[in-house]
């Protein structure tokens, strides 16, 4: 029977890999009601369904690949996928996203969601070829790094066209910011999904699908798609995104960021970096872009395939780097050797290693070294401030577990843990998360942002743009022009629990649909007015035409995700920073003598919340109101209910 | 006569191209029934592959039955209703442009003209070009 809601293929799959068994089951009506898709739905299945006491590396953990409604159609970007787990650096709520063209795939295979649990007794990977699903061999790929196994897939496969997600070495060695690598160079890239799937024996998926995906009102559909393509491509945004996005990739940050004083540098203890033009984007395209890329149905189309000349690194062809990259492994680490950034970032690609915690890892590893924490003898050679070459060694060695890389590639939060001697100063993280590439003392949200975000210190969960370069307009338009002045001020802590909270419900539909931060964080085109005419064209959810209500599935998934957090007894004393942030001025550039000022800011963010200030934790009349009556029954019973 | 062109060193590979040319012509969105497929080649190729209205049309001369026809217009038609489906044009054609799709041979028809891979393409890589003005703009 068709399922009720279309741009869904209603149905997903269940792979138990300790049993090697899987089953096809009928997607339930409610999980796209009211949580939408993507990791809304993820949310809902692993709160049920991974209480605290399950292990982020035990075989009860799951492993949720998902789609969303506009997944696979016309609607741009439609390329998306997201990947949902108890995180093993963490150990809390993990998610991540990537792009490319395994998401759709999986949809024309004719589902929505792949649901792993369990744990297979030797290496083996996952064949769907729509109704047909196998659970192969794998170990010949065991080993192999993610072109390799990729490759061997697609020719055992004997079809160019499959699409593969995969894991790298790094995920079989339990790095725990190992990756999930899919289309080559995308990667599923934080919280260590790569290592869930590494101890789960699955070293791969493949897919494969030619089934439609229909939409409730066709003629509707096209219509906001010739709108949306109009507004990516044209206008003042158009032509700022294709000066930016299109020309340099993420890459284009680098610059801007560092005018503004917050392009991470020296493991955050500056945000200006003096030799930001030589990782900067003109560099970029001038000696390394060979070729620009799109994930699938995109109309921003920031991928680059990069390569290396000449010099110690010549032949190094890759996807990136982004701007996250550059900035984690090089002006983080205080490197402004291109090349030497352009290995380390395909050596992540290879292994399989998300970019931003192994950067991270890799120059709190320099600042112990300098600050006399290790020594050169536990490490094997010299780990100076700027020096590339040490850098791309150590990628290797966290990668392999090799020597120091055994303690480094636990994250930063475990190997201050076991090193002692002060290191934890330097372990610059949140909730265990190395922190991403902005800093809160010249851009006070993403202070909050880094603070409260469900998976640690993310950018990708609240970060703002509006206030980050002041677009008035845009500010006016959705919080009015009271407001507007506090709020398009990045170095005022006015109104930014506000602003935050606000971002985190468009996010969590985006992550729903799924779409892309592109168009909707920078530059700030679309916002939930547009899903409101979206959600019920695609899906035939003509609630989703209020626009109370979309956001009211945007607090429910937000509302989700942390009580799956608050249940291993997160609570606000974990919403906070690193001293870095807290307690040291800003040396230098316009963020100069600040530091983030996050109480005030944290309480206003729980007001707008409805959870208790004190605590942190969330209410049962808020709980209530949002439909999960039983996540405050449950939290209650745990104690984690406000009281 | 006019065709679309891909120009291989602006192809992104994103295939917007394949879903809009899907919905157009079946109101559904798979990669699969689209009339335009884009071919990835890594580490650095994208290209896009449709119909190129030949002169003198491989598939039309193998039909068994006819329903391929050069057309004083110049566009190379199927006519769905002659088509047996038997693939002998897929096989045929040099460049992989023609498929079956529900049983029928499916094709390129240019959407009457104003082809909708061609609006949408963002890097505009897709062009609606006469092989003398392909060969204008490499030189």
Same mark, same amino acid.
């Given at each position: 029977m068709a399922f009720t809601y279309k741009g869904y293929a209603g149905k997903y799959l269940r792979v138990d890999l300790t049993r090697g068994k899987s089953v096809e089951l009928e997607l339930p009506k409610e999980w796209a009601r009211n949580y939408i898709g993507g990791s809304g739905i993820g949310a809902r299945i692993l709160y049920d369904e991974v209480p605290p006491e399950v292990g982020p590396l035990s075989p009860e953990n799951l492993l949720i690949f998902a789609t969303g409604p506009?997944?696979?159609?016309?609607?741009?970007?439609?390329?998306r996928y997201c990947v949902v787990m108890r995180s093993p650096l963490t150990g809390i709520w993990g998610e991540a996203h990537s792009g490319g063209h395994f998401g759709p795939e999986l949809k024309y295979a004719g589902y929505d969601l792949i649901v792993i649990q369990g744990r297979a007794s030797k290496p083996v990977y996952l064949w769907i070829d729509e109704d047909r699903i196998e659970l192969r061999d794998a170990e010949k790929l065991w080993g192999r790094n993610v072109v390799e196994t990729t490759n061997m897939l697609l020719e055992e496969l004997g079809d160019p066209e499959v699409r593969v997600a995969c894991i790298g070495q790094a995920g079989e060695n339990l790095v725990r910011f190992a990756c999930i690598m899919n289309d080559y160079f995308r990667a599923a890239g934080r919280t260590g999904a790569g290592a869930v799937m590494g101890s789960k024996n699955l070293k791969a998926i493949a897919v494969r699908g030619s089934k439609d995906v229909e939409v409730a009102n066709f003629d509707r559909v096209w219509e906001l798609t010739e709108d949306a393509h109009a507004r990516y491509t044209g206008g003042y945004w158009g032509k700022a995104s294709h000066e930016a996005l299109y020309r340099f990739g993420t890459e284009n940050l680098v610059t801007w960021e560092n005018e503004i004083g917050r392009l991470p540098t020296k493991g955050h203890s500056t945000g200006v970096f003096d030799y930001v033009d030589e990782i900067g984007p003109e560099r970029f395209e001038r000696e390394f872009i060979v070729h620009r890329r799109a994930c699938m149905n995109c109309r921003i189309q920031c991928k680059k395939v990069s390569r290396v000349a000449q010099g110690k690194y010549e032949g190094t062809v890759s996807e990136g780097p982004e701007y996250e990259t550059v900035v984690a492994l090089g002006s983080n680490c205080l490197i402004r050797d291109f090349p030497a950034i352009l290995r380390a970032n395909h050596l992540c690609n290879l292994y399989g290693m998300d970019t931003i915690s192994c950067g991270g890892t890799v120059s709190f590893a320099m600042e112990c070294f300098e600050r006399g924490a290790l020594s050169e003898s536990e490490i094997g050679f010299p780990l100076r401030w700027g020096d590339g070459d040490a850098m791309v060694r150590l990628v290797e060695l966290i990668a392999r577990r090799k020597g120091i890389g055994e303690v480094l590639a636990d994250g930063v939060r475990a190997a201050a843990r076991r090193m002692g001697k002060g290191s934890q100063r330097w372990a610059i993280h949140v909730k265990g998360m190395e922190v991403s590439g902005q800093d809160g003392r010249s851009h006070q949200s993403v202070g909050l942002t880094h603070a409260v975000a469900v998976r640690g210190a993310d950018h990708l969960r609240s970060l703002s743009s509006l206030d980050e370069l002041d677009f008035k307009p845009t500010i006016i338009e959705r919080y #009015?022009?009271?407001?507007a002045k506090a709020i398009g001020d990045r170095l005022s802590m006015k109104y930014k629990g506000i602003l935050v909270k606000d971002m985190e419900d468009l996010y969590a539909i985006v992550d729903a649909l799924i779409t892309?931060?592109? #168009?909707?964080?920078?530059?700030?085109?679309?916002y939930l007015d547009d899903y409101s005419k979206l959600l019920p064209a695609v899906?035939?959810?003509?609630?989703?035409?209020r626009i109370e209500e979309v956001r009211a599935a945007a607090e429910r998934i937000v509302n989700l995700k942390r009580a799956f957090n608050a249940r291993l007894g997160l609570d606000r004393k974990d919403d906070t920073l690193p001293d870095r942030f807290l307690k040291e001025p800003m040396p230098r550039g316009p963020g100069k003598g600040k530091v983030v000022d996050l109480k005030p800011m944290l309480d206003e963010y729980y007001r707008e919340r409805g959870w208790d200030v004190r605590t942190g934790l969330q209410k049962q009349d808020t709980l209530e109101r949002l439909g999960l009556a039983d996540v405050a029954e449950d939290l209650a019973g745990h104690g984690k209910l406000a009281k | 006569m006019p065709y679309v062109y891909c120009d291989p060193k602006l192809c992104t590979g994103c295939r917007a191209c394949e879903l809009v040319c899907s919905g157009v012509h079946e109101r559904v969105f798979n990669p699969r029934k689209a009339r335009i497929h884009v071919v990835r080649r890594e580490p650095a190729t994208d290209f896009a592959i449709a119909c190129h209205q030949c002169e003198n049309p491989p598939c039309a001369a193998v039909c068994p039955v006819g329903a391929i026809r050069k057309l004083r217009s110049g566009l190379v038609e199927v006519d769905a209703a002659r088509c047996?489906?038997?693939?002998a044009c897929v096989e045929a054609c040099p460049f992989g442009a023609i498929t079956v799709v529900n049983g029928k041979a499916v094709k390129c028809d240019l959407c009457g003209g104003d082809p909708a891979c061609v609006k949408q393409c963002m890097p505009e890589a897709l062009k609606l070009a006469t092989p003398a003005q392909v060969a204008a703009g490499k030189r």
């Open positions: 506009i997944t696979g159609t016309v609607y741009p970007p439609s390329g #009015g022009k009271a407001k892309c931060k592109y #168009g909707t964080m920078w530059p700030p085109i679309f899906t035939g959810i003509e609630e989703f035409a | 047996i489906g038997c693939g």
